[in-house]
């Protein structure tokens, strides 16, 4: 299938474009006031409330789907954004967590009991609390369960990649996955879009995966009508420090032992022995070592079983 890369949608038929083309033009209408973000770095907010109840959405959400936490974590930063600064009492944030799960449940359809939410954190609600928190924060998210995420826009990103090959689209569809989840608790991506986040994992994927190809994946994207490019460009620089962050103690164990062998290994050590009381003694140092970090894990991360025959070229 050949994709017009200068407006993607007209790829699609008539009902797929026009089911994507209200995806973007809705998906802002399920984020966080556009405040929020600002809040939260600004310290007007208090952030240890948003890091208590997700952990605490984590715990309770933990033996279901992962999906369920995510849609849960989605109301919660739409109802925070909405009600403001709560009361930091535990056993506030612990009602709100149980109330963002149910609801998320509900909505995904999941068999549960209100007993299988309560855990052992020492506070017991009756199923009239709950509900009454339920019917606040469904008013604070306009009765919009229905979440535009990340997720929805999977599909047609990866269609613009052209993989012929479905394993290796499966591949980077399920590490996108992986980034989208690991992302949502970093508090600078909330400003972004659904979408944006949906591009920017991908691309952050394939840049592990399918380096070779990457370029053109970055160009299919960038040229997509809804795409906005600078703010593709910041999310998805975000994203790889997230990545980065994950791997870096991978690399160490996995570098440990090893002699370094080429001149970006040596340099890396030597960046490292630079550190002194556990800082960096130079900005350009810090950038330096960062970005060896950051194409060493590219090397880290490719499958070594997918062949150069394999690489479809753009």
């Known amino acids: 299938m050949e994709f017009n890369l200068e407006n993607p949608l007209t790829n699609f038929n008539d009902s797929h474009s026009n089911a994507f083309t209200s995806l973007f033009l809705a998906e802002s209408e ?7 973000f600002q809040s939260l770095k600004s310290k007007d907010f ?46 506030i944030l612990r009602l709100l967590a149980i109330s963002c799960v149910s ?5 995904k ?5 209100l007993f299988d939410f309560q855990g052992d954190g020492g506070f017991i609600f009756d199923t009239q609390t ?14 919009r369960m229905r979440s535009i995420t990340p997720f929805s826009f999977i599909s047609y990103f990866i269609s613009l990649f052209k993989l012929k090959d479905p394993s290796l689209k499966q591949a980077i569809k399920a590490r996108a996955t992986e980034i989208i989840f690991k992302a949502q608790n970093e508090i600078k991506l909330l400003k972004f879009r659904p979408s944006i986040i949906a591009a920017s994992a991908l691309l952050s994927a394939a840049h592990e995966l399918l380096p070779l190809q990457y370029p053109c994946f970055r160009k299919a994207t960038s040229n997509c009508s809804y795409v906005n490019k600078e703010n593709l460009l910041q999310c998805y620089n975000a ?15 996995a570098s440990s032992s090893v002699t370094p062998v080429n001149v970006l290994d040596q340099q890396f050590s030597s960046t490292e022995s630079e550190k002194t009381n556990g800082t960096i003694t130079s900005s350009s140092t ?22 150069i025959s394999r690489i479809q070229q753009c």
């Open 30 to 36: 399920h984020m966080p006031a556009e405040n929020y």
């Open 46 to 91: 208090d952030i240890s409330v948003r890091r208590e109840t997700i952990s605490i959405i984590s715990q309770l959400s933990c033996n279901f789907d992962p999906l369920l936490s995510y849609l849960a974590v989605n109301y919660l930063d739409r109802f925070l954004s909405s009600q403001g600064m709560l009361q930091p009492k535990p056993w």
């Open 103 to 107: 609801l998320a449940a509900k909505m």
């Open 109 to 113: 359809g999941t068999e549960f009991s």
């Open 130 to 143: 709950i509900e009454r928190m339920e019917v606040l924060i469904l008013g604070a998210l306009k009765w």
């Open 239 to 253: 994203m790889q420090d997230i990545v980065i962050d994950g791997y870096e103690s991978v690399l160490d164990m």
């Open 286 to 307: 810090s950038r330096s070592d960062r970005d060896i970090k950051r194409r060493r894990i590219i090397g880290y991360c490719d499958n070594p079983t997918v062949q």
